[in-house]
């Protein structure tokens, strides 16, 4: 089945880590001819004949850091071929161990995503050219559609990995393909739902079905299911001033809304912190205050914040779509709601949404 995979596939010894780096053993038909090297041509050698200069340093001290762990790991690099090219290529490494549970070999397989890239750096282009986002999102959201390639292929290696190599791992081992396995299917499936959601919202097809809806018990009920998901890296403290609102509300969009908000907050603050969730009411609407201590929002970004695949310049490392926010904005429009914040840097950002308690109406643009 490797030998005749699309993707490129190499095997090396586990060790060392260290230069020279460990020494390929096997490489597959589908690696020459991404690569223009013969198997000749690499057994013996290490994988850093691949790097030149334009071959990330920060994600080479990723793979090495998962080495040193023995950890899977999956990147996107330059890698060039024997004639000097460059190519971009997804890269999943996985740990293959023996019978006694020992580290014995890494597979590297690669895939060639230089269409993907040159589409993203034309969709880059056409939105620093362009003032008018809709058709440039439309052609993101199409692209990212086609892009469930890559965590299928992560599937497929640690599918292919267990039946091969699953009798000689531990328990263990194996729990972690499965895992693996789970986690990215759960981002697909959740990256498939915002998309299609944000698709709906762009042609004027996203569902709106208020019905009433007791807010208090609502938000206490969500706080607390992300309070279960998150355990105790954070605390989420609700309080509710008005007891007893009952809201015309569509109650699956005002869910997206809070959790992706109370999510956000969790996620850009730091590990022990507490995000502070209020509910206030007046006669027509209510406000719901979601306040964080995370990495906050730089000035800059503001009026981008709620831009498609937009993500400000400060999240680093933390993982996300830039879709979030999007989605809370089309949501909140089918309430004809609004919402504002208030952020300052390494300090915390507050989020303040506010829905009217009778029922909203779905507004369409004009022109």
Request: hydrophobic content about 40%.
């Amino acid at each position: 089945m490797v030998v005749n995979a699309n993707d490129a596939v190499l095997i090396t010894e586990a060790e060392p880590i260290n230069l020279p780096g460990p020494r390929i053993v096997y490489a597959n038909e589908a690696f020459s001819r991404l690569t223009g090297y013969t198997t000749e041509e690499v057994v013996g050698k290490t994988p850093r004949i691949l790097q030149g200069a334009k071959t990330n340093r920060d994600t080479l001290n990723k793979i090495r850091d998962a080495l040193e762990h023995w950890q899977p790991i999956v990147v996107e690099l330059i890698n060039y071929r024997k004639d000097g090219s460059e190519f971009w290529v997804e890269l999943s490494i996985t740990p293959v161990a023996d019978h006694n549970g020992w580290f014995t070999h890494w597979v590297a397989i690669q895939r060639d995503i230089g269409r993907r890239k040159q589409l993203e750096e034309e969709l880059l282009k056409t939105l620093e050219q362009e003032k008018e986002l809709s058709e440039l999102k439309s052609r993101f959201v199409a692209m990212t559609s086609h892009e469930f390639r890559t965590p299928l292929s992560t599937i497929l290696s640690s599918a292919e990995l267990l039946e091969h190599y699953g009798h000689q791992w531990t328990e263990a081992e194996r729990l972690d393909q499965l895992h693996l396995i789970q986690n990215t299917v759960q981002h697909m499936t959740q990256l498939l739902e915002d998309v299609l959601l944000i698709g709906k919202a762009e042609s004027d097809r996203l569902e709106f079905n208020p019905g009433p809806l007791d807010l208090t018990r609502f938000c206490h009920d969500l706080a607390l299911q992300i309070q279960v998901s998150v355990g105790k890296r954070h605390r989420i403290d609700f309080l509710s001033h008005c007891p007893e609102a009952i809201a015309r509300a569509d109650e699956k969009l005002l869910r997206q809304i809070l959790t992706n908000l109370l999510s956000n907050a969790v996620k850009y603050s730091p590990a022990g912190s507490t995000v502070q969730f209020e509910l206030a009411c007046d006669r027509e609407t209510a406000r719901f205050q979601i306040k964080d201590q995370g990495i906050g929002i730089p000035p800059e970004e503001g009026h981008r914040l709620f831009e498609a695949f937009h993500r400000a310049k400060n999240v680093g490392t933390i993982p996300g779509t830039g879709l979030g926010l999007t989605i809370v904005k089309h949501c909140l429009d089918a309430h004809n709601g609004s919402i504002h914040f208030i952020s300052e840097v390494n300090a915390g950002t507050t989020f303040v949404v506010t829905v009217p308690l009778k029922e909203g109406r779905r507004m369409k643009a004009e022109g």
